[in-house]
């Protein structure tokens, strides 16, 4: 069945509260741990359903955010899903107290109920009003991102469309472009401003009415982190600002060389080659085509999977007008289907999202086997290895999308690579200080942001706009205001991802069933526990970073970069 054949009902919400009440019941007056089982089973497929249909109008509003029936949709869900996520709490608390906690180990494991204990903490009823507050301004975060509608060059374009432009070897060209984008975030400051202002104090308001001092736990108890906590992220931090941050100098210094520029500015970033950097040689059928060949060598595993995607349009992956911005993978469970959206554009982020998701969706792909929602994707530290390390694992065929480009794209991506793990920790710092202090003003925030852009990422030079060096530049940031204490998931899993790529080096066939057996777990162990599965170290551990780092110099400094020009 093709996704456009995959079936989208309203699950209206009076008729789900009356289905899980009866389950519930049955499951507290289960005679045995069978019949409890049998019970929790019947709860774990209603479940499975509404998040079906609520996962199907999601992907459907995000393809055309102007498309007025799944508008409506959205909104309704945005009003339902905190009354869907109260029934899921009845649900862990039945489960946590249950006298067949054995029986429910036995089919499910431990982890389903040290989740369940941690959820448990970040809802009550009494927040349902804030829930879904948070839930329309999120919404309407997204709407405004996607309603960019830019003159540029004579033609109406997006936000995702101006970023060839962003990456054109002419000086001028980009940084024309990069003023029209950051225009449209200057244009609409009052609004980005009001947005996040309300967020931050809707949050705060949930978290006291949960019983904390303020948002953070609440934040690392959404993410689900039953291993670790704000300290340990802060040592991690130091960690990549140690190690990582004046190896990042370095790299800008070399990449400044490359361009002929006596220094950087922030237009000038996304551009290493002064020939331009390598772009896909073919349209996104091309590169369908070549990803279908690519998955077809890598393994028997990846080319069943990649057959699944193409041929069930599994994949939305062209920019176009109306388009929800971004990249993302889902998984819609009674169909047994990833899915994954993307805005290609002609750089070559589009091989790079293609790659990434196709991670997360190959694992899930692995994990259709598990029934329970908690174990399709695992916490997203750990899912964002598969998808990290996928773009890596999948290097041997650059060639097919990037032909004479290949060496300019595998030396830009890796460097890449480093270099994000600065930015990324420098939005989690941000992070930290606006929920441990909502009472901050907007141009509080965005002189809070700047400060940590300099301390992380000492290099930028924003020049003469204005918004991003009065600290805006967060403005684009999706996971600020709509996944708070996401972002530094992805650098954890960027610094396990080096260690596939060290790996692959030495012994690819190894790595490869390592990788295989981590997407098998799927969402049934914790990060740690996921790491080990893998044989990999936690980038925790403070020797971690140093170790890993030789090897990504070593290829980079194997480069003659100067001749990739």
Known sequence: MKFSEYVYTRPEINEVQGNAKRILAAMDGAADGIGFVKAMDEYIALRNHVETMFTLASIRQSIDTRDEFYDREQAYMD???????????????????????????????????????????????????ELQHENRLCTEYSKLVASAAIMFRGEERNLSGLVPFMEDPDRATRKEAYEAY??????????????????????????????????????????????????????????????????????????????????????????????????????????????????????????????????????????????????YCTYISEYKSPFIFSNFNGTSGDIDVMTHEAGHAFQVFRSRGYEVPEYGF????????????????????????????????????????????????????????????????????KSKWREIEKKYLPVRDYEDNDLYNRGGFFFKQLHIFVSPFYYIDYTLAQVCAFQFFNRAKEDREAAWKDYLRLCDKGGSMPFLELVKVAGLKSPFEKETIPEVLPGIEEYLNSVDDMSLN
């Open 79 to 129: 009003e339902m899903m905190p009354h869907y996520q109260e029934l899921v709490t009845d649900f862990y608390k039945v489960l946590i107290s249950s006298p067949y906690r054995m029986d429910i180990e036995a089919k499910y494991g431990k982890h389903l109920l040290d989740l369940a204990e941690l959820s448990i903490k970040t809802f009550r009823p009494e927040i349902i009003e």
């Open 378 to 445: 695992p916490t997203s530290e750990a899912c964002e290895i598969h998808s990290m390390s996928m773009e890596f694992l999948t290097w041997p065929w650059m060639d097919l999308f990037f032909k004479e480009d290949t060496g300019k794209y595998k030396f830009n991506h890796l460097q890449d690579a480093l270099l994000f793990l600065p930015y990324g920790v420098s939005v989690d710092e941000f992070q930290h200080f606006v929920y441990e202090n909502p009472g901050a003003t907007p141009e509080e925030r």
């Open 182 to 327: 950051s225009g449209f975030f200057a244009e609409h400051e009052a609004e980005f401003d009001r947005i996040y202002d309300e967020l931050v104090k809707t949050r705060d308001t949930i978290a006291k009415k949960l019983g904390f001092d303020n948002f953070v736990p609440v934040g690392y108890a959404r993410m689900l982190r039953t291993e670790y906590g704000p300290e340990m992220v802060r040592v991690y931090r130091d960690a990549v600002f140690e190690n990582i941050v004046p190896l990042s100098v370095k790299l800008k210094e070399r990449q400044a060389r490359r361009l002929s520029l006596d220094s950087l500015k922030y237009y000038d970033e996304p551009v290493q080659f002064t020939s331009g950097n390598a772009t896909p040689k073919g349209s996104p059928e091309w590169i369908v085509d070549n990803a279908k060949r690519m998955y077809s060598e890598l393994s028997p595993e990846t080319d069943e999977f990649f057959t699944f995607m193409t041929g069930n349009e599994l994949l939305d992956l062209v920019t176009k007008k109306g388009k929800q911005a971004g990249g």
